[in-house]
């Protein structure tokens, strides 16, 4: 059973920021839970609030002030929802991931604000390093997500990433969670690289069509055999071959997709610095929600 003791959403108040309290809006409401706006102040950085020498806990109450004042205008648009906000001061991944202990939450929502090229390499963002060390499943908004699809007003059509990986079995279990409980379509996509499909391929180039028709119709069992009875009628299987972030990219946009859930694979934080991951890309592509579940044992 999915808990949502809590649903944290972060902003550095920023307008980009800010799309994501609209989707935690709508699950906290969902989940008669309580949304926590966190806002934290890298003390490195005071600048942005037109300060050099300031005292820390003076800056704090002003800033908190200020953040209150304007959630609150945002949030009047919304339908109601119990809602409450924690400013703390520190580097910013560090100061998120205890607000969600602290707040025992079972979700944290933010949107990206992925830079480029060396800076990229060098610093990577929070959202990175929360995608790859947060204990909770941690939903993404694009930064580049129109304000019309990040602000969802219902969750309608999921679709889960499998690669049959311990982690994508997580991923099930979580999206299968999140259609009942929104009453949601739901589709379930694999993607079998193009690589792989050649190798395939290769064995018996004389049977490519058989061949790759058998490999359709295998994955596609193996699908369908993790789909709970309870939601066989609302859910789709779809097998695609190609990169697997362009593939379950177009397959969202065909499907009209609310929601993507895909696992994250456990390489360390630097390696996927350099490597990245089909998450990350379907991220980075920027169209769609991104829901990241990661095995914490």
Same mark, same amino acid.
């Given at each position: ?108 929502? #933010? ?8 800076? %990229?390499?060098? =610093? /990577?963002? @929070?959202?990175?390093?929360? &995608? ?108 695609? #071959? ?8 177009? %397959?969202?946009? =065909? /499907?009209? @997709?609310?929601?993507?859930? &895909? ?35």
């Amino acid at each position: 059973m999915l808990e949502m003791p809590a649903v944290v959403c972060a902003t550095d108040l920023s307008e980009v920021s800010n799309k994501a309290i609209f989707l935690a809006a709508y699950i906290a409401r969902s989940f008669q839970t309580k949304l926590v706006i966190a806002h934290i102040i890298d003390l490195p950085a005071v600048t942005p609030y037109g300060e050099t020498m300031v005292d820390p806990q003076e800056l704090r109450v002003r800033v908190e002030e200020a953040t209150r004042s304007q959630m609150a205008d945002i949030l009047a648009h919304l339908e109601p929802v119990d809602w409450e906000l924690r400013v703390s001061l520190g580097y910013p991944a560090k100061e998120i991931q205890q607000i969600v202990t602290d707040t025992k939450a079972g979700l944290l929502v #933010a949107a990206t604000h992925y830079r480029s090229g060396l800076e %990229r390499f060098l =610093l /990577g963002s @929070v959202s990175r390093k929360l &995608m790859f060390t947060l204990s909770v499943p941690f939903l993404i908004i694009p930064g580049a997500l129109p304000l019309e699809r990040s602000a969802l007003r219902k969750i309608e059509s999921i679709m889960i990433a499998c690669d049959f990986s311990e982690d994508s079995e997580l991923a099930l279990s979580l999206g299968f969670e999140l259609a009942r409980h929104l009453k949601a379509k739901l589709t379930l996509a694999t993607v079998i690289d193009q690589g792989q499909l050649d190798q395939i391929l290769l064995t018996d180039p004389q049977r490519e069509s058989s061949v790759a028709d058998q490999v359709v119709n295998d994955l596609t069992n193996k699908l369908k055999a993790f789909v709970p009875e309870d939601l066989q009628d609302q859910a789709s299987l779809a097998v695609l #071959a190609g990169h697997p972030h362009e593939e379950l990219n177009k %397959r969202a946009i =065909l /499907g009209h @997709v609310d929601l993507i859930v &895909m696992g994250v694979h456990g390489r360390g934080f630097i390696e996927n610095l350099v490597i990245g991951s089909t998450t990350d890309r379907v991220v980075r592509l920027g169209q769609f929600p991104v829901l990241a579940v990661r095995q914490t044992h």
